[in-house]
């Protein structure tokens, strides 16, 4: 079955950027709506920007719009997650899923549904 992991996570200096990684074994990626999410202690998980399966359209969430920039490439089977400027409210615990809904507004989950990384962490702090 799928089996998605996620890297790149690490602490940053407010205004500084990482980069994570989203990379899939067991299934093509390209075959899936790809979403990232993420959960900060004691929030609700919540979408971040997501990625087409067909015509590679991508959405972000108001919070991040102009500052993160979801990718791909089918040809390693891996998805991306480029974030600049970061901001402290942005720390939180980093989610790649595969067989989400890509809305206009971002992501959203289906639960019962889909595959999880175990996810990475993201801290923003000076």
């Known amino acids: 079955q799928l089996q998605l992991v996620e890297s790149g996570g690490g602490l940053v200096q407010p205004g500084g950027s990482l980069k994570l990684s989203c990379t899939a074994s067991?299934?093509?990626?390209?075959?899936?709506?790809i979403g990232w999410f993420r959960q900060a202690p004691g929030k609700s998980r919540e979408g971040v920007s997501c990625?087409?399966?067909?015509?590679?359209?991508?959405n972000s969430a108001d919070s991040v719009k102009g500052r993160f920039t979801i990718s791909r490439d089918n040809a390693k089977n891996t998805v991306y997650l480029q974030m600049n400027s970061l901001k402290p409210e942005d720390t939180a615990q980093y989610y790649c899923a595969a067989g989400i809904i890509c809305h206009p507004w971002g992501p959203s989950r289906v639960h019962g549904q889909g595959y999880w990384g175990k996810g990475t962490p993201v801290t923003v702090s000076s």
């Open positions: 067991g299934g093509t990626l390209d075959y899936y709506v």
């Open positions: 990625i087409s399966n067909d015509s590679g359209s991508t």
